[in-house]
């Protein structure tokens, strides 16, 4: 099982893998991740080749990983 903090640095990892994102600040706003599988929203700040952005995301986990992800700018 994991911890919130190690949910949100596994959607931390998914941001920079996958969109070379790196995240500036992150909060959870609903944690539904039960033994593996659920979703994680949060509300986060990231940047990209230095521009910053404001984003609502929701990371959708199986299995203990990201699976997909959902995002919205604020």
């Given at each position: 099982m994991r911890t919130e903090t190690e949910l949100v640095e596994a959607a931390q990892r998914h941001l920079k893998q996958t969109y070379n994102e790196d995240t500036l600040s992150m909060t959870v706003t609903k944690n539904e991740v039960r033994d593996g599988k659920g979703v994680l929203a949060?509300?986060?700040t990231v940047s990209w080749n230095g521009t910053r952005s404001?984003?609502?995301k929701q990371f959708t986990f199986k299995?203990?990983?990201v699976a997909s992800m959902r995002a919205q700018p604020k």
């Amino acid at each position: 099982m994991r911890t919130e903090t190690e949910l949100v640095e596994a959607a931390q990892r998914h941001l920079k893998q996958t969109y070379n994102e790196d995240t500036l600040s992150m909060t959870v706003t609903k944690n539904e991740v039960r033994d593996g599988k659920g979703v994680l929203a949060v509300e986060c700040t990231v940047s990209w080749n230095g521009t910053r952005s404001d984003w609502t995301k929701q990371f959708t986990f199986k299995d203990g990983q990201v699976a997909s992800m959902r995002a919205q700018p604020k």
